[in-house]
């Protein structure tokens, strides 16, 4: 893995498959960032980046989508997830722990 915060950030979620969500904390926890706030510090800084991180699938720890307002409309988080499969209702996914992915060491070569 790289050592910018950002890119370490960015390659991690680009690892979330498709169909699954992770949480900002998760995402912290694992690269021993300490705080799932600049996680998603992080990936507001990602639009337009290259290649393109999948932002749509981090989610917070109660699987509520509050990252949706950065999006160019409020509904595409949302869109984007069920697309993929994963059950939104109320700006929240339904389920979260059978579409969770946690990351691991062995996702990462």
């Known amino acids: 893995m790289k050592n910018n915060y950002h890119e370490l950030v960015y390659e991690c979620t680009r690892k979330i498959p498709q169909g699954k969500v992770c949480t900002y904390g998760l995402i912290a926890d694992f690269l021993g960032l300490g705080s799932a706030r600049m996680v998603g510090w992080a990936l507001n800084k990602s639009f337009g980046a290259v290649p393109e991180v999948p932002a749509h699938r981090v989610v917070n720890r109660k699987g509520e989508l509050s990252?949706?307002?950065?999006?160019?409309?409020?509904?595409l988080m949302q869109k984007r997830l069920e697309a993929e499969g994963v059950i939104v209702?109320?700006?929240k996914v339904t389920y979260l722990e059978s579409v969770l992915w946690?990351?691991?060491l062995e996702d990462f070569d």
């Open 67 to 75: 990252g949706r307002n950065h999006f160019s409309s409020p509904n």
């Open 102 to 104: 946690r990351p691991q």
């Open 89 to 91: 209702e109320n700006d």
